[in-house]
């Protein structure tokens, strides 16, 4: 709260300086995911690093809500950070049964090569 702060200035400039330091990690996980991966299209329930998509997905939700402070909005972008969540792989469930009842008519089975 604001009189804690008023009360102890010090620990709020530790809980400032541990949410930079956590900042970071994550900024350095996300490097090196992109170094792995070739991109910042983190999943969610990311098998590389658990706790990654979730806080992709907070920059994201900070950048729309006007929260990200620009030395972090630069940082994330100089890496090519993608600001929308949808990943330009993915396509909807419903296209993919349309390509599957095609591939069937014209083959005759579904075993659809990889």
Avoid at 17 to 34: D, G, P, V
Avoid at 62 to 72: A, I, L, T
Wanted: include cysteine.
């Amino acid at each position: 709260t604001r009189l804690a702060v008023l009360q102890n200035p010090t620990s709020a400039r530790q809980r400032t300086s541990q949410r930079t330091e956590q900042w970071n990690k994550m900024y350095s996980l996300l490097i090196e995911y992109k170094h792995i991966y070739g991109d910042c299209l983190v999943p969610n329930r990311s098998r590389f690093q658990p706790k990654l998509g979730i806080w992709v997905s907070t920059q994201r939700k900070d950048m729309k809500k006007g929260k990200m402070q620009p030395k972090r909005e630069e940082l994330l972008r100089r890496i090519g950070f993608s600001w929308d969540a949808v990943d330009p792989r993915h396509v909807p469930f419903h296209v993919r049964i349309q390509q599957l009842t095609e591939f069937k008519e014209e083959h005759g089975h579904c075993k659809v090569p990889t």
